[in-house]
């Protein structure tokens, strides 16, 4: 599903990855764990197209992600669930906006987001917090609410990057 072909990617004062190279199976959890600065939040970079390789390749699902246009990558990007390591989550809107509004920017508004939404609250016991904002929220419940609103759309690889 995902592979890495000797992978080198450098930013311009420092060598991130020298020709490194993984395979993940369909079905397989992969943990990443690194010093600060090792790289985890860029090999995540690396997998949504927000940077590219300097050298090597990126195949997701037979899609090399180095050849796709740029019109094809926010349709690839509706396969990935993404929990950011700064979470982005929306200050001004609820935990149930949140998730509802995953949805939408993809789908529109229908009349299944709310349907969508109370059945995803309840996975990370988050039904009782539905209408706090963020900042109403511990760290935890924070987190919580990312790794739902990055499963609303039923995502086929779902990425974290989490502390
Ligand atoms: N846009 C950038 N330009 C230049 N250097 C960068 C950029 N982004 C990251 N780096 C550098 O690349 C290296 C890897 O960074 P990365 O963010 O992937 O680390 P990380 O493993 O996610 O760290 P942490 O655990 O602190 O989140 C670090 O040395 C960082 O300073
Ligand atoms: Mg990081």
Redesign the pocket.
């Known amino acids: 599903m995902i592979i890495l072909e000797n992978v080198t990617k450098s930013?311009?004062?420092?060598v991130?990855f020298d020709k490194f190279s993984l395979h993940v199976e369909h079905g397989e959890f992969l943990f990443v764990t690194?010093e600060?600065?090792?790289?985890?939040?860029?090999l995540i970079k690396l997998l949504t197209k927000e940077t590219d390789v300097t050298k090597g390749r990126i195949l997701v699902d037979g899609k090399d992600l180095s050849k796709m246009k740029r019109r094809e990558v926010p349709v690839y990007r509706r396969n990935l669930g993404i929990v950011f390591?700064d979470m982005k989550l929306l200050e001004d809107r609820t935990v149930f906006e949140n998730l509802a509004f995953a949805r939408e920017v993809i789908y529109g508004r229908r009349k299944d987001t709310s349907q969508r939404v109370a059945s995803i609250l309840p996975l990370l016991g988050l039904t009782r917090l539905h209408k706090r904002y963020p900042r109403q929220l511990s760290g935890g419940e924070k987190q919580k609410t990312v790794l739902a609103r990055a499963l609303m759309n039923d995502p086929a690889i779902l990425l974290a990057d989490v502390n």
């Open positions: 930013y311009t004062s420092s991130v690194g600060s600065g090792s790289g985890k939040s860029t390591q």
